[in-house]
Each structure stands twice: as structure tokens, then as C-alpha cells.
């Protein structure tokens, strides 16, 4: 009887309270932030407990909880909503709102209406709203309501970033006031660690408004533009456009959560011939002298047709005329030189088919097909970028690769991880070798008079030399390719002699003209107008 | 045999009033324990407020200090973009010393 009592009443002194474990930061490489931790409240109500009339009160919080008070409409709707929640006499606790500002709690806390209670919770604040969505990720709910990071770095770094929640067990009276004699046991909460990225504001802000003004003029169903650092791997700058709000990620369909930069896979077309160049040039198949015999005309592989994209044909054209020219024939030429087994080691050297391992949530390829399976016709469309799918990360890794002299980086975006009294830098595993520098000086040339030259000439800085290609290619839509639509790209780099990024600018189905010249290639060189004063790239010439 | 007697009294007058003394100190020391337990409540609570303080404050600095509401306000401020760059060549010299 007595230790049952004993029992009892130390229940009634034992309070344990979980302390929540800050979620970390994510800061800008100048120390700014992209995402603040901030305080944000749960509203909830206690039927049995309120005074005033379930309508009264949803009268006077409504206009507090809509996004515009002047919206007749929507605070009609969010009274309603309140009213019928507040009305409900079977339960003792209900949630009026969720992730509520501590503003707006501070104006309800005001209205002291009795029965209305409010829950601390951490929220996440975007000082740059919804820049770089895709990038970042946001938090969410998991099944158990508690905080977890969805997609991009909340997603992959979710665990650091969440930290581990602490316990402080002690002894209080009736009052709620803690016995100082009592035992007080307590678990130290873990914050959250902070992230530090290399995405540069700047940067990032010039490319999401040059990509959503040229969706719009070019009439563009969606794009993205990706910088990256060819010597690190650091990734400067990553937009895509649709993209989402993460502070209202719940207004969104799924869709427009997946980072279309490193998820989703497409036909490179005409810049994929780089790459193989690259692999035909390094592995001697072909060389600067050496002439294309079979460019004189179309030609015919399997009963398939092989044509240049403007139906002109170059006899005898050397390689840099076929890069230059975008010539599907000279590149088909120079892949029965190499063989389907050079190209497919080549390919797999730039990292085409693997992951490339970059630090955000969601990232997924299309492998190759297996080595010794391909066709003659496999072998002849993948020369000029078809039949191959690639995302724009792996792209923009494998010409980096061109533009460092060739080394294959790792791309990344955390630089440091921040925690408390300590920090770490990230540093990526070393580059493996891919193509020699020799070929990786010829290529850049190839890719210099691409851009003087080529389609694009037309729209390139005057006074800078940069090393680029265009891709236009078509979109296989169910067994064909679709007859109205094309991908438009544009991948360059700049300053050639040591480049400080590498980008690569992707239109979806440009409405304005069928080629990528008239479309990506002009939106690229308006962005690096603006990067080149920025990053201090002088003009060379 | 009145020594002993008063003695034994002294001892217990001791006794009593050490125990009348302990009593009144264990009095003193709950009451002062629960005030100090209040305290601490109270403290706690403060320190809670602060933090929401500096952090509502710290969320008011990074909003005013971010790039977009930097360039809303260097925009109306008449701060304009640079729209035609002029590179000067670094053999050119700017100015002459006599």
C-alpha cells in the first residue's frame, strides 16, 4: 500500500520535457544565409475552455491567418474553416494553424481570448524566397510529424542538419515550479550542425532572372542553367525553372519538387560531340589532320539515314570543321574509327552512365547500354548525342573535365559543416585523370572556333574568348522522336586558358526557333556578360 | 547530587533548543528552496524569452540584409545597373607623373 502510494506521488513530482534540437542553418559561401532556423508556433484550442462564440473568435483570428486581409474571400474561407474546427464539442484540443510567425502569434496572443494556446516548433526562413528551391529542398512532415528534410540539401543532409533531441527529467509541486532538492536528470540536446555551400547569391540571383526572362522570350516550356567551378567541382550557381516556394511547399504539385538538373535525363543532342571528339582525339583514333572521307554526303547505316542537321555536306572536312559545322556524318566517322568499345570506355571515363555523387537528394541516370551490345546504328547516333540520355550535371562534370585540362571533378555543394565549437571542411576526393592535357588543349581549341565560328558567332561578347557548343536536340516521345519539338543547350567555358566556370544552359521546347543557337546560346552569353565583371574576367583580345 | 540534576537540565535546554534551532533552520531552508525553485522557474523562462528575442531579431537582420531586398532598395535609391561596360586597356596610362 505505502510504496504503491510512494509510487503515486512521485508521478505526480516527475515532469520530463524532450528539448528540441535546433535544425542547422545554410549559409551562403560570404557567411550570409540562404536558410535561417526561426521560431514558429502551432495554434490550437480547447473547445471546453473558450468563452465567446465559436464564430466571434474565427471572426477576429481569420484575418491574421490569410496571406492577404484585404481578401474578402479567403478570410471568409479561413473563418469558416476556424469556425467549424472551434465548434467541435467532443475533443478538448484542436490545431487551428500550423508554422504560424511569431508576429502574428505576438497580434493573436494579443486579442487574450481564453482556450487559445500556442506551441513553440522550429520553422525555416528564406531570405532570398524562393531562390534556389530545388537546390535547398525544404522540410516537411514525416509519418510521425516530426521535421524532415525532402529533396535537395535538406533532403541529403537531413540527419546532420536535424541534430538530436535532448531530455531534462525533474521534480516539481503542484505549481509546476521545479524542487531544487529533487533529482533532475537531463540529456543535452545536439543542434542541428551548420552548412556552409558554395552557391554564390549573386550568382545565383543573376541566373534564375536570366532563365525566367528567357523562358518567357523564348517561349520556353521549363530550362535550367548550372555553374560549376571545373577545377573543384563547387557548384556557383544551379536555377531551374518551374520552380516552387519552399516556405509554402504545400501549395505545390510533387513535380515541381525534383531538381530537373540532376533527376532528369535528356537527348544531349549536338554538345554530347564534344565528348566523344575528346575520346577519339585521346585515344588516337583521330587527329587534328585527319580528314573525314565519308563527309561528302549522307550516309546510310542499317537502313537508317545519317544527315547533317542543315542538309550541307563538307567533303573531306577536317575534325575541328566537324565540331565547328555540328556535322552528324564527321562525327559518325570519327565513332567508326574510335569503335563501340573505345566510346563506351571513354563515355564511362567522362562519368556518363554513373551518378556523379553530387551532395543533393534525388539524383538518378540513365545507364549505358551494355559494353559489346551496341549496334552499328547504337554506335553512329550517340557520336551526335542521340539514343544517349545524360542529365545537365553529368554534362557539365564531363566538360569540366575539357576546360581543367583533364581531370574528371566531383561536383559538390556544402564546403563546410559547422558545428558547435567545430567545423570541417569538405574535401572531395581527388579528380581522376581522363583524357590527357594535350587532348584537352586540342578539344577547347575545337570548341574556341565552335563558338567563333560556329552557329552562335553571331551572339558571342566581343573582346572574350570562350569555349562552347551547341545542342539541339530532338525529344523521343513513345518509339519516335516528336516532330515539333527540340531541346535547345549550351555549354561553355571561360576564361579558356584557365576557366573559372563552367556552364551549361538548357531550354525545354523553345517555341521561337527550332535551334539552340538562336535560343540557349544568346541567353548563355547574357548571363556571362554579367558573371564576367563579377567573377574579374578581364577581355583577353 | 544539584549539579547533576542541573546538568542533565542544561543538556536538555541544549538539546531542545539545538533541535528548536534545526527545525526553524529546515523551515527557513524549505521556503527558501521553494522560492529559489520559483526563481529558477523564473529564469528559465526568461532565458526562453530572450532566445526567441534574438532569434526573432536575427531573422529581422538577415530579412533587411538579403540580396533581394538589397537591390529593392538600391533600386529605389536611383542606383542603377551598369549597362555598357567600358574595359580600359592596362597599357593606357591614366595619368602622367610630371
Request: with cysteine; aromatic share 8%.
Amino acid at each position: 500500500m505505502g510504496s504503491t502510494l510512494s509510487q503515486k506521488a512521485q508521478s505526480q513530482y516527475d515532469s520530463s520535457t524532450i528539448t528540441a534540437a535546433p535544425r542547422g542553418n545554410i549559409l551562403a559561401p560570404d557567411g550570409s544565409f540562404w536558410v535561417l532556423r526561426n521560431n514558429v508556433w502551432q495554434i490550437t484550442v480547447n473547445p471546453k475552455l473558450i468563452k465567446e462564440s465559436p464564430e466571434n473568435i474565427a471572426k477576429k483570428i481569420a484575418p491574421f491567418l490569410v496571406d492577404d486581409s484585404n481578401n474578402i474571400a479567403s478570410v471568409s474561407a479561413e473563418t469558416q474553416k476556424i469556425n467549424n474546427l472551434i465548434s467541435k464539442q467532443d475533443v478538448s484540443w484542436v490545431s487551428l494553424a500550423q508554422k504560424v510567425a511569431d508576429s502574428v502569434k505576438k497580434n493573436i496572443q494579443a486579442l487574450g481570448i481564453l482556450g487559445i494556446d500556442f506551441t513553440q516548433g522550429g520553422g525555416r526562413f528564406y531570405p532570398e524566397a524562393s531562390a534556389a528551391a530545388q537546390l535547398l529542398g525544404f522540410v516537411g512532415k514525416d509519418d510521425g510529424g516530426n521535421d524532415m528534410g525532402y529533396f535537395g540539401l535538406e533532403g541529403y543532409y537531413n540527419l546532420p542538419l536535424s541534430g538530436k533531441p535532448g531530455f531534462v527529467g525533474q521534480e516539481k509541486d503542484a505549481k509546476g515550479t521545479p524542487i531544487l532538492l529533487g533529482g533532475t536528470k537531463e540529456v543535452t540536446a545536439i543542434n542541428g550542425v551548420d552548412l556552409t555551400i558554395s552557391v554564390d547569391k549573386r550568382i545565383q540571383l543573376l541566373i534564375e532572372k536570366n532563365l525566367e526572362d528567357g523562358i518567357v522570350k523564348y517561349e520556353a516550356r521549363g530550362g535550367s542553367v548550372t555553374i560549376m567551378d571545373p577545377y573543384t567541382g563547387k557548384i556557383l550557381g544551379m536555377a531551374t525553372y518551374p520552380s516552387f516556394d519552399p516556405s509554402k511547399y504545400w501549395e505545390y504539385n510533387n513535380e515541381v519538387f525534383r531538381n530537373p538538373v540532376i533527376s532528369d535525363s535528356f537527348e544531349p543532342g549536338s554538345v554530347f560531340k564534344v565528348l566523344v571528339m575528346a575520346g577519339g582525339l585521346d585515344s588516337g583514333a583521330v587527329t587534328l589532320e585527319t580528314k573525314c572521307d565519308i563527309c561528302n554526303g549522307p550516309i546510310s547505316v542499317d537502313g537508317y539515314q545519317i544527315e547533317t542537321w542543315n542538309n550541307k555536306y563538307h567533303p573531306n572536312s577536317s575534325m575541328t570543321d566537324v565540331i565547328v559545322d555540328s556535322d552528324n556524318v564527321g562525327m559518325t566517322f570519327v565513332g567508326q574509327k574510335m569503335g563501340a568499345n573505345t566510346l563506351y570506355d571513354y563515355l564511362q571515363k567522362f562519368g556518363i552512365g554513373n551518378t556523379t555523387g553530387i551532395d543533393l537528394q534525388g539524383e538518378s541516370v540513365s545507364p549505358l547500354r551494355k559494353r559489346g551490345t551496341w549496334s552499328n546504328v547504337d554506335l553512329d547516333t550517340t557520336t551526335f548525342g542521340q539514343g544517349v540520355a545524360v542529365t545537365a550535371i553529368q554534362m557539365v562534370r564531363a566538360v569540366s573535365a575539357i576546360a581543367n585540362g583533364g581531370y574528371l571533378p566531383f561536383p559538390h555543394v556544402v564546403t563546410q559543416i559547422q558545428g558547435d565549437g567545430w567545423q570541417e571542411n569538405v574535401e572531395p576526393s581527388d579528380s581522376p585523370r581522363v583524357i590527357s592535357q594535350k587532348t584537352a588543349e586540342e578539344i577547347t581549341q575545337m570548341m574556341v572556333d565552335a563558338a567563333n565560328l560556329g552557329e552562335a558567332k553571331w551572339t558571342k561578347i566581343p573582346g572574350f574568348t570562350v569555349a562552347a557548343k551547341t545542342g539541339t536536340a530532338q525529344i523521343p516521345v513513345a518509339g519516335h522522336y516528336d516532330p515539333t519539338n527540340t531541346n535547345h543547350s549550351f555549354i561553355g567555358f571561360a576564361p579558356v586558358d584557365h576557366p573559372k566556370f563552367v556552364m551549361l544552359v538548357m531550354l525545354q521546347s523553345p517555341q521561337s526557333s527550332p535551334w539552340a543557337a538562336e535560343t540557349a546560346a544568346p541567353l548563355w552569353y547574357s548571363i556571362a556578360k554579367d558573371l564576367f565583371p563579377y567573377m574579374g574576367i578581364q577581355p583577353d583580345r | 547530587m544539584k549539579n547533576k540534576f542541573n546538568l542533565k537540565n542544561l543538556k536538555m535546554y541544549v538539546l531542545g533548543g539545538l533541535c528548536g534551532i534545526l527545525a526553524i533552520l529546515s523551515i527557513f531552508m524549505t521556503i527558501e528552496t521553494a522560492a529559489s525553485g520559483a526563481e529558477v522557474a523564473d529564469l528559465q523562462k526568461k532565458e526562453a524569452q530572450l532566445a526567441n528575442q534574438q532569434q526573432d531579431i536575427e531573422e529581422n537582420l538577415v530579412e533587411n540584409l538579403s540580396v533581394n531586398s538589397l537591390r529593392e532598395k538600391s533600386t529605389e535609391m536611383g542606383f542603377a545597373k551598369v549597362s555598357n561596360l567600358v574595359y580600359v586597356s592596362g597599357g593606357v596610362p591614366v595619368a602622367r607623373l610630371p
